[in-house]
């Protein structure tokens, strides 16, 4: 089984950064898990969002269109940095 994590950040609130979030893998197959684990540490302030999405990944690889790229990202005025997409793949 492979298995997608994922993040997004977001501010509600004008002047309030966007969240940090710290994601750690661990790998503790010595104590009886079946592939890595991860963590997130992160502290929220009012108006901070941060929504994790975590899936079972398509075995086909994306369409070229759905492929995130910062060219896009700039024609519909959105902020997109590439280390706001992490993937943690498990093998099971």
């Known amino acids: 089984m492979h298995l997608d994590?994922?993040?997004v950040v977001e501010s509600t609130?004008?002047?309030?950064?966007i969240p940090k979030v710290d994601l750690t893998t661990y790998d503790l197959q010595q104590v009886g898990h079946l592939g890595p684990s991860v963590t997130a540490n992160l502290t929220?302030?009012?108006g901070q969002v941060?929504?994790?999405?975590?899936r079972?990944?398509?075995k086909d690889p994306p369409i070229?269109?759905?492929i995130p790229r910062t060219e896009t990202a700039?024609?519909?005025n959105v902020t997109f940095d590439c280390s706001l997409l992490?993937?943690?793949?498990?093998?099971?």
């Open 13 to 17: 609130v004008e002047d309030i950064p």
């Open 44 to 46: 929220l302030h009012e």
């Open 5 to 7: 994590l994922r993040y």
């Open 64 to 66: 070229p269109q759905a």
């Open 50 to 54: 941060v929504t994790f999405i975590l």
């Open 86 to 92: 992490k993937r943690l793949p498990c093998c099971c």
């Open 56 to 58: 079972c990944p398509p």
């Open 74 to 76: 700039k024609e519909y």
